[in-house]
């Protein structure tokens, strides 16, 4: 049974920068593409970023393009996301979560950053946005 465990939230300045992980156990982590989550209160869960079996097959929700980098170790099975340029609109509980890879492969941006397609997940990790 894959598990997930972020790590990493915190407090952020405006304009700063925040460095999330999500390290997997418990299954081939390489059969696994991740994606990074967010849901701020009374808002709906939304896509961030997903990331393949290797560092070139990512896509990213437009909220945070060109701010957000994710990244994966397949070395130390854990999925990383980069945020910089913080701003408020980005406080939020962020989890990772878990799709099998050839899924992943086949599908398109939109699929891949949909939460309700991906079946396993972590408990989330807080950041709050102040300054």
Request: charge should be positive; charged fraction near 15%.
């Amino acid at each position: 049974q894959l598990q997930l465990v972020e790590s990493g939230g915190g407090s952020v300045q405006p304009g700063g920068s925040l460095k999330l992980s999500c390290a997997a156990s418990g299954a081939n982590f390489g059969n696994y593409a991740i994606g990074w989550f967010r849901q701020a209160p009374g808002k709906q869960r939304e896509g961030v970023a997903c990331i393949g079996d290797r560092n070139t097959r990512t896509n990213y929700g437009d909220p945070v393009r060109g701010r957000f980098t994710i990244s994966r170790d397949n070395a130390t099975n854990t999925v990383y996301l980069q945020m910089s340029r913080v701003n408020p609109d980005d406080a939020a509980i962020y989890t990772c979560a878990a799709m099998d890879w050839t899924t992943f492969f086949v599908s398109q941006r939109d699929f891949r950053l949909n939460p309700a397609n991906y079946p396993h997940w972590g408990q989330g990790t807080r950041v709050t946005v102040s300054s």
